[in-house]
């Protein structure tokens, strides 16, 4: 198998961590957003959509990160602990709720502070505008606190006792704003207890191999100074921050 991945992606550490906390044997491949590596002819051949994660297991090519986990979950289900992705109709039904809702939710607006605090300085040569800020900030806590309400609860984890694939998911998106410089969980003891017992579940290691670009995210500027796409994403910000 081979995973088609840039780790400053939260889905790709997705893929990553949970490939690596299950023992899937893959070949890494690095597309490194920051150099336009994804807009290469190479690599369109392999996604016409020019997007990360990508799976190659042999002939079959696979896109969007919830596919990839659910296909790697259900493929390795006779040897896995069922927890991961639980075979009881009701407990599985609750990690695709979490997986449907984080999509418009936690990781669309922990996504939109990232960019906002790394990336939209050298993309648009700007600071950005703070009532733009305060209300991406906003939104973020708001679905922090739907997290911590309907999906943990007073549970260890998402769906009970043990860890499942929508802790991965969620984890890495919250990690995306920690990474520039907002602590997230200040104040948040439920999240903060949490947070901890998805590190001791995953192994310290893991965690901190599949987090380590992304925590260096401040070098990320310097790298893009002279891509060539700069230009491209102008727009693109534009018409998000506009």
Not at 73 to 93: E, F, G, I, N, V
Not at 117 to 124: G, H, N, Q, R, S
Request: hydrophobic share 45%.
């Amino acid at each position: 198998m081979e995973l088609y991945l840039d780790l400053h992606s939260q889905p790709c550490r997705s893929v990553f961590l949970l490939a690596k906390a299950i023992g899937i044997p893959f070949e890494f491949k690095l597309v490194e957003l920051s150099a336009g590596q994804q807009y290469s002819e190479e690599f369109g051949k392999i996604n016409v959509m020019r997007k990360v994660p990508v799976m190659k297991d042999g002939s079959f090519v696979l896109t969007e990160s919830v596919a990839i986990l659910k296909y790697m979950l259900q493929k390795h289900s006779s040897s896995l602990a069922d927890h991961w992705y639980p075979a009881d109709l009701q407990q599985r039904a609750r990690v695709n709720e979490y997986l449907s809702w984080q999509h418009m939710n936690l990781r669309a607006h922990g996504s939109k502070v990232f960019l906002l605090k790394a990336l939209f300085p050298v993309v648009m040569g700007s600071e950005v505008p703070k009532e733009k800020m305060d209300t991406a900030v906003q939104d973020l806590n708001q679905s922090l606190q739907m997290l911590e309400d309907k999906f943990l609860q007073n549970k260890p984890f998402i769906v009970g006792d043990k860890i499942s694939v929508a802790d991965l998911v969620a984890i890495v998106e919250i990690i995306q704003p920690v990474a520039t410089g907002l602590d997230v969980f200040e104040g948040r003891q439920k999240l903060t207890a949490w947070r901890d017992r998805v590190k001791k579940a995953l192994g310290e290691k893991l965690f901190a191999e599949a987090h380590e670009v992304i925590m260096k995210v401040g070098s990320l500027p310097q790298q893009m100074q002279n891509n060539s796409n700069l230009e491209m994403l102008k727009p693109k910000f534009q018409k998000l921050f506009s």
